[in-house]
């Protein structure tokens, strides 16, 4: 039997959340691999007898980044990769912190839920 293996990098990060209850846990972890990225958030933890779990799971975490804004950002070598990627990892870093926005914002609205017995 010959199997393929896959060689991946990443890291496991725990994460704090004003809206954890006492008790509560987060964590993120990113795993990149063969062109594949992957990022995931998990908290879990206990509200009154309801014991619950939120995941969330995006398989592209960095956006595309067109041709005109790499050019218009790399103006003076467009061809400078240090430049291009430099560009490709800050748009990445800010579509993880939009999307640890939203995750903190659904998981205090599931919070206030939970707490309000609805």
Known sequence: MVTDTLQTHGGL??????????????FSIGLTGDGADMFSRAVW???????????????DPAPQVSTAELGD????????TDCVGQ??????????????????????????TLEKGV
Not at 45 to 59: A, K, N, P, Q
Not at 73 to 80: G, H, I
Not at 87 to 112: D, G, K, N, P, T
């Open 45 to 59: 933890g206990r509200v009154g007898d309801v014991r619950f779990v939120l995941v969330s799971l995006d398989l």
């Open 87 to 112: 560009q490709r990892a800050e748009l990445a870093e800010r579509a993880r912190a939009e999307a640890a926005r939203e995750f903190e914002s659904v998981l205090s609205r599931a919070i206030a």
């Open 73 to 80: 950002a790399c103006v003076e070598v467009p061809a400078d």
């Open 13 to 26: 990060t725990e994460e704090e959340s004003p809206s954890l209850p006492e008790g509560g846990a987060m």
